[in-house]
Nanobody, 116 residues
Framework: VQLQESGPGLVKPSQTLSLTCTVSGGSITTNYYYWSWIRQPPGKGLEWMGTMSYSGSTYYSTSLKSRTSISRDTSKNQFTLNLRSVTPEDTAIYYC?????????WGQGTQVTVSS
């Protein structure tokens, strides 16, 4: 499968960041696929944010759970990240990825900066 992130590159503090991952080459409802959002702040490592399963179940990082939601549009074969009440500490490269049968597929990533 191929994945492509899209969304705003600049978000103001306190706003909600919304990013969409468009999937091609496979359906997001295909059994045993797991769809995730991961980010990398500048100078830091990768941070898992949350995952949606092929059935629509969601799992979130404990540290981000209160601000994060993942939804999907099966008609468009997309899944979306919403991160509420952003601060400059949410500045990062955001990636979507897919996992199934020991294979990882990644989007190219999109830079998001939180600044007024």
């Amino acid at each position: 499968v191929q994945l492509q992130e899209s969304g705003p590159g600049l978000v103001k503090p306190s706003q909600t960041l919304s990013l969409t991952c468009t999937v091609s080459g496979g359906s997001i409802t295909t059994n045993y696929y797991y769809w995730s959002w991961i980010r990398q702040p500048p100078g830091k490592g990768l941070e898992w944010m949350g995952t949606m399963s092929y059935s629509g179940s969601t799992y979130y990082s404990t540290s981000l759970k209160s601000r994060t939601s993942i939804s999907r549009d099966t008609s468009k074969n997309q899944f979306t990240l919403n991160l509420r009440s952003v601060t400059p500490e949410d500045t990062a490269i955001y990636y979507c990825n897919a996992y199934s049968d020991s294979v990882w597929s990644w989007g190219q990533g999109t830079q998001v900066t939180v600044s007024s």
